[in-house]
């Protein structure tokens, strides 16, 4: 009978082992647990590793002076295309305020100073401010210390917040930069400038810019007129005057052919206000696209209200001119008013050296009847009468109704 057969015996493979390599669950030679560690109390093992993880955290950073960092992150941006000192607004609204703030660490051994703060432009002011990693305010800048605004102390964070106001910007609808340059003591780095870009859109344009209204006739006035056209992506809309200069008469109206886009500002000085001169805007109201009352736009306007006849100069100063043996002084007496001509009747010279001086009044371009529109008056002295005391007033006599006397004053200028 045969014999049975012994099963098969699968023979056993065992992976083979890599050279240093150490079991699942055991240390390798030589990386046994430090004895002081196994004798460490339980309660100091937390702190021990909390020790380790921060010894592993990132480099300090080379000392570079006030480094510009990342706000969110507090380190310096990784991004090669980063640029820390700089900052976009993008298109803005005329009449806002905005504002950025630049942050930075100081990587000196030492305290950095920051001494000195200059804006490209009185639109923009820069406000220093010391400040912990959350950004709370831990010291602000000091602007009534010269030279020393802010210290920062190593490793201290602090910000550097620029804010423009847009009303005070000369340049709209157009881009504008900001520059602002801050001086410190680092060795590393003394000088940093800070860059901003915005655009600032005013929603219209108008000419001209300044309405001027000069030499106004005060028994005639005079008017003035403005075009306005709106512009750029604000979508608002002109709704009325809302303040003139008191006495003038305003009106706003839309263009026919361009409803809505242009308008027609118009600016009369009316007769009879007093002479002198007046500064001052014309305000208007917008509306948004909702409807809702925008902000204003503000025209400035400069009238200077003269009598109908006016003389230039007020006064007639004698000078002696190289070896000439007369000397003489002459002022233009001319009518502001269309088609207003007069006649000088009479000269005559009240004061101190009157005896010695001639007057002499000349029409340009005389009427039948002697009357011009524009006189030369001219006082003439012999050279000697500068060396005596001299001065008076010079009082024409016109056959103006509105204007019946002009005075001039009258001096002399010895060297």
């Known amino acids: 009978m045969p014999r049975p057969r012994s099963p098969a015996v699968r023979p056993v493979v ?3 082992r890599l050279p240093g390599s150490v079991r699942p669950g055991r240390l390798a030679p030589g990386h046994a647990t430090p004895h002081w560690f196994r004798t460490l109390p339980a309660f100091l093992v937390p702190a021990v590793v909390l ?3 921060v010894g592993c955290g990132p480099a300090p950073l080379p000392p570079s002076g006030l480094l510009a960092l990342d706000p969110a992150t507090n380190q310096p941006s990784a991004d090669p295309e980063a640029r820390p000192h700089y900052h976009n607004f993008g298109r803005i609204a005329f009449g806002e305020r905005v504002h950025h703030a630049f942050r930075f660490q100081n990587t000196d051994p030492a305290p950095v100073t920051i001494h000195q703060v200059q804006s490209s432009c009185g639109c923009s002011v820069a406000d220093l401010r010391r400040v912990d990693r959350a950004g709370n305010v831990l010291e602000q800048g000091r602007p009534d210390q010269p030279g020393a605004l802010l210290v920062v102390p190593p490793g201290g964070l602090c910000e550097i917040e620029l804010r423009v106001d847009t009303q005070a910007l000369s340049q709209r609808d157009a ?3 900001v520059t602002v340059r801050v001086g410190t003591d680092s060795v590393q780095r003394p000088w940093i400038t800070l860059e901003a870009t915005l655009h600032v859109e005013l929603g219209f344009v108008y000419t001209p810019a300044t309405l001027e209204l000069s030499r106004v006739p005060q028994g005639q006035g005079a008017a003035g007129s403005v075009v306005i056209r709106r512009e750029g992506d604000l979508g608002l809309r002109l709704s009325g005057v809302l303040d003139h200069p008191p006495g003038f ?3 706003l109206t839309d263009d026919p052919g361009q409803p809505g886009d242009l308008w027609h500002l118009s600016v009369v000085v ?3 206000l007093p002479p002198g001169s007046t500064i001052g805007n014309v305000r208007l109201g917008t509306r948004g ?6 902000r204003e736009l503000t025209i400035p306007v400069v ?4 009598a109908d006849i006016a003389v230039q100069p007020s006064q007639l100063i004698l000078r002696s001119r190289g070896d000439a043996e007369t000397v003489e002084q002459e002022a233009r007496i001319e009518s502001l008013v269309d088609g207003l001509r007069f006649r000088i009747e009479q000269a005559e010279l009240i004061g101190v050296g009157a005896e010695h001086l001639k007057v002499e009044s000349v029409p340009l371009d005389p009427d039948t009847r002697g009357r011009s529109r524009l006189w030369t008056v001219r006082l003439i002295a012999p050279r000697s009468a500068l060396e005596t005391p001299l001065g008076g007033t010079l009082r024409l006599t016109l056959d103006d109704a509105q204007t019946p006397t002009i005075e001039l ?5 010895r060297r």
């Open 14 to 16: 065992r992976p083979a």
């Open 249 to 251: 008469d305003v009106e």
């Open 270 to 272: 009316p007769p009879g």
């Open 51 to 53: 020790g380790l993880l």
């Open 175 to 177: 881009p504008k930069l």
């Open 303 to 306: 009238a200077r209200i003269l």
């Open 289 to 294: 696209p909702d409807g809702e009352p925008g």
């Open 409 to 413: 004053r009258y001096a002399a200028m």
